[in-house]
């Protein structure tokens, strides 16, 4: 009805940041590997995190997890200022993260491996004085948790070991889907496995930034970065050289960014 | 106005599949074979009498392996088994031989060999030391120390507490010590502790990836040294078995439970890799020990042979183990 309400949707379409570094700084004595780095992860989105090696990236994962503490420099969730004292305090806080390797228990089943660590407990006197397990509870929730991410499986009373590397993998990383309340961060998930496998990956980390739960994703891999990435983070030299979209830049472009034959 | 879906992820394993791929259906199997042949060849085999006693062989080796199967799961070995069960049955009875009340020398005794579990643990878990090195460390210290203590010789131990787990009762013919009872007590609470259990759950992904379960936030160490301190327990309550069994302490006892019950683990289907295998495997492997030896003794068959026969076993099992590992 009125036109005051117009200049209001610019602040609107604003995007939600779910994690930001301002002007991190990490060294080893003389040695400079994080440079006064920003870093900005919107909701609901895939963002990669690319550079060649040596340009920083493990050491900001590293920093954003709290596997190691920044020299300098202020880290946010949700714009409250965080101090990860180790990686425990960053999975308290709603943050996942997956590795390259394969972090599973080959011989315990599917519902085990995806409850592993975080086993749910039965009702009652049985779960507080007994500890027993729901194990019943927890396969119907990992069935439901697999079928709402249309990641095909078989039973999920099978044994990891059964399947094969992509399937292993998309039980790691469904895990870390299930549990992060704010973000999931893969290092490299696709690393280990074959194309196929690695598309029935792909797919699947898709398929959580599409149930709204943002994803940072570092690769080497330039095609699967331009197949489900959002945004593009770069990183050069300790620092973020730019932050570009797959659909405005080409791989060459990114490439050159790295490798700082040219800027964005 | 549903629609039916796929599901993409099958429901459940079909309960023949279940029981065929669990590990302990091929030790049973065994199990049961031998008892066949046993029975088969000797009347005597299948006699109340004779199966009442092949259990109460069971009873030690059995007992000292549930604690044996808890440290292989981890993808350890116990070395020490046999001399923290000798710790308990000399520390129990020079204490009730000079004069202290039985309860609190049995009492004091398991608690010790519950400490020694404990320093193997935290030896393991503290220092990174292979379990292997450790428990042969404290299998030469404790044998070593316990042969100094009792001076070198065996010694009776004549005390009506003591001695309790060797009383019988009668259920319906069959007559059962109470140690027979208590072995199969602790093997139902441990089983539960194994598989309806957190605990149990993180001790089997301890074993199978311990990188794994430290990145989703098992505190590792801690459970390790949990193993280890249960382990000494149990070890602790077999000494109160061993003395129930035979009232005499003896720093020379128990030379080959080490081996016995590792026997025990193996041929019950677990895995040294660790990980892989169960407690009713183990139940079954040490039952086959124990009517192995007793069939061929029946049979009047030289005692080497049943040495000869467990090792063949022993390396069908292993060959087995690595061969289904191999393939998955």
New interface residues.
């Given amino acids: 009805m009125s036109a005051e309400t117009t200049p209001l949707q610019a602040t609107e379409t604003k995007p939600h940041i779910v994690l930001e570094a301002r002007n991190v700084v990490k060294t080893y004595g003389h040695v400079t590997a994080l440079d006064g780095v920003d870093f900005e992860l919107r909701a609901g989105e895939i963002l990669a995190v690319v550079g060649d090696n040596g340009a920083g990236k493990s050491t900001l994962i590293k920093a954003l997890t709290g596997a190691l503490h920044p020299t300098s420099g202020e880290i946010l969730l949700d714009g409250v200022p965080i101090h990860f004292k180790g990686p ?1 305090d960053a ?1 308290h806080a709603g943050i996942e993260t997956v ?1 390259q ?8 089943d599917i519902a ?1 491996n995806l409850f ?4 749910l ?1 039965a009702p009652g006197l049985l779960g507080s004085l ?4 729901d194990k019943k509870r927890m ?1 119907e929730e990992a ?1 439901r948790a ?2 709402e991410l ?10 990891v ?2 399947l094969s590397g992509g399937q292993r993998q998309g039980v790691a990383v469904a ?1 870390a889907a299930l549990f992060a309340r704010k973000l999931v961060i893969m290092d490299e998930p696709t690393a280990a496995l074959g194309v196929r496998e690695t598309g029935q990956v792909l797919e699947l980390i898709r398929s959580i930034r599409d149930r709204g739960l943002p994803v940072v994703l570092i690769s080497h891999n330039m095609p699967n970065v331009f197949d489900i990435a959002d945004r593009i983070h770069i990183m050069r030299l300790g620092r973020r050289a730019a932050v570009v979209s797959p659909k405005t830049h080409t791989m060459n472009d990114v490439v050159a960014i790295m490798t700082g034959a040219a800027t964005a | 106005m549903t629609t039916a879906t796929v ?7 079909s309960l023949k599949s ?1 029981i065929l791929g669990a590990p302990s259906a091929g030790p049973l199997l065994v199990l049961i074979g031998f008892c066949l042949i046993f029975a088969l060849s000797n009347p005597r085999f299948l006699a109340t009498h004779n199966l009442s006693i092949i259990l109460q062989q069971t009873v030690i080796i059995g007992v000292l392996a549930i604690g044996q199967t808890l440290v292989i799961l981890t993808a350890g070995i116990d070395l020490a088994v046999g001399a923290i069960c000798v710790l308990g049955t000399i520390v129990a009875g020079k204490l009730v031989n000079l004069g202290y009340d039985p309860v609190l020398s049995m009492g004091f005794a398991i608690l010790l060999c519950t400490a020694a579990g404990l320093a193997a643990g935290g030896l393991v878990s503290g220092l990174r030391l292979p379990p292997f090195i450790v428990t042969l460390g404290i299998l030469g210290i404790l044998t070593a120390a316990l042969r100094l203590i009792s001076e070198g010789g065996a010694f009776p131990v004549r005390d009506p507490f003591l001695a309790w787990t060797g009383n019988t009762m009668k259920l319906g013919g069959f007559v059962l010590t109470y140690g027979v009872l208590i072995m199969f007590a602790l093997y139902a609470v441990v089983w ?1 502790l194994l598989n ?4 149990g ?2 001790v ?2 301890i074993g ?2 311990t ?3 430290r ?4 505190p590792v160490r801690r459970h390790l040294l949990s193993v280890y301190l249960l382990a000494g327990l149990i070890y602790g309550i077999a000494a109160w078995l061993a003395l129930g069994r035979i009232p005499n302490a003896d720093p020379n006892a128990m030379q080959s439970a080490n081996l016995d019950s590792i026997t025990a683990v193996v041929i019950g289907g677990t895995s040294l890799f660790g ?2 295998g169960g407690l009713i495997g183990t139940l079954i492997g040490a039952l086959i020990v124990g009517v192995l030896r007793n069939g061929l003794t029946l049979a009047g068959i030289d005692p080497l042979w049943q040495d000869l026969v467990t090792g063949i076993l022993v390396i069908i099992a292993v060959a087995l183990d690595q061969m289904s590992r191999r393939k ?1």
Avoid: C
Avoid at chain 1, 116 to 119: A, T
Avoid at chain 1, 130 to 133: N, Q
Avoid at chain 2, 7 to 13: A, H, L, N
């Fill in positions: 425990l999975r590795y390797d394969l972090a599973v228990a080959p011989a315990l085990s592993l660590g975080r086993e407990r007994f500890r027993r397990l396969r069935r697999m079928n249309k990641f095909r499986l078989p039973a999920i009373d099978n044994p070991e059964s895990r | 599901s993409p992820v099958e429901t459940s394993r279940r539960y309806q259990t957190k605990w759950r993180h089997y992904a199978n990836n990188e794994a379960a990145l989703v936030g098992i990980g892989r998955s």
